[in-house]
């Protein structure tokens, strides 16, 4: 995978998204005029996992900061069912997860509150479908981008991923 140079994205609330990928060097910046400007960084010398956009699922060997201020990020594994690929970010207090309702979308969700739908294949292009039952924020609109691009959205059902495990197991 090769560096995606802003890729843009029109967000129906805060306008231009720039999004810039670099899965080799474990690199993700989302920006825009009307969001707070995100940065994703995977630890040099960690072992890149292909289909992970930013390279790695491990929680120990990202970071995430949104403007000046460290977020805590913490990818599941992702193995066997859709919510095993969910990824929590925030704080106690506002804990955000991002987790895959369909074979190619993601909902992300405030506690059991939807904030809404982001479809990415893993190539630094987002689209998002916001809930309209309550008021987006800027930071739920950098998060939502920045998640969906650093994961991807979306996964397989869960008979499809316990096939896929055991043919690979066989292997």
Do not use: C
Request: charged fraction near 20%; proline fraction near 8%; aromatic fraction near 6%.
């Amino acid at each position: 995978m090769r560096l995606h140079e802003h890729v843009p994205a029109d967000d129906p609330f805060f306008g231009g998204v720039t999004i810039r990928l670099d899965h080799t060097a474990g690199e993700l910046f989302v920006e825009g005029d009307g969001i707070p400007s995100v940065v994703v960084r995977r630890a040099a010398g960690t072992p890149l996992e292909s289909k992970v956009p930013i390279g790695t699922r491990d929680p120990d060997r990202l970071t995430m900061t949104i403007g000046d201020s460290a977020v805590p990020l913490l990818p599941a594994k992702g193995f066997l069912t859709r919510h095993s690929y969910r990824v929590d970010a925030g704080s106690e207090d506002a804990r955000y997860r991002l987790v895959p309702v369909s074979l190619g979308s993601s909902r992300l969700s405030l506690g059991d509150t939807p904030v809404g739908d982001l479809t990415s294949s893993g190539d630094g292009k987002v689209s998002a479908d916001w809930a309209e039952h309550r008021p987006l924020t800027p930071y739920e609109a950098a998060l939502g981008y920045t998640l969906a691009a650093a994961f991807g959205t979306g996964a397989e059902p869960m008979w499809q991923l316990a096939l896929d495990a055991g043919l690979e197991a066989l292997n």
